[in-house]
């Protein structure tokens, strides 16, 4: 039954890990540099960090969407817990009123959606298919 929790409850919990301990101002300090060909400078913040990570989950939830066994149901069900927990989070609570916060929950929503959408659209080819092999 683990495989159906949600990957992206890692990212989240992480933000309210940082966000309650050490406050949002966390999240904009800066931790490296990287000095571009540009000669540009680019700080590297944990909140950058933290949304990158959450970028690299979401493409692995979503290739875990493609899955139509009961896992992957109870996963979608799960992962729109998640998107009202965030987004309860999101309106409610100051430490999480930022963008950080909302690219994660917006992560989190496109993940519930996806999730739906591809298992929508498998149960209707497989559907389709049952129904034309009797022609």
Known sequence: MIAALPLLVLP???YNLIALAGGSAALTDTLFTVRMASGADWPVATGDLLLA???????????????SRRAAIVNHGLSMLLFVICLVELLLAPPFAT???FLITLMVLLDVLAGFIV???AARRDVDFGAGVGL
């Open 12 to 14: 989240v919990l992480v």
């Open 99 to 101: 963008s950080t916060f």
């Open 53 to 67: 990570a959450s970028l690299m989950v979401l493409f692995v939830e979503l290739l875990k969407s493609t899955n």
């Open 119 to 121: 298992t929508i659209l």
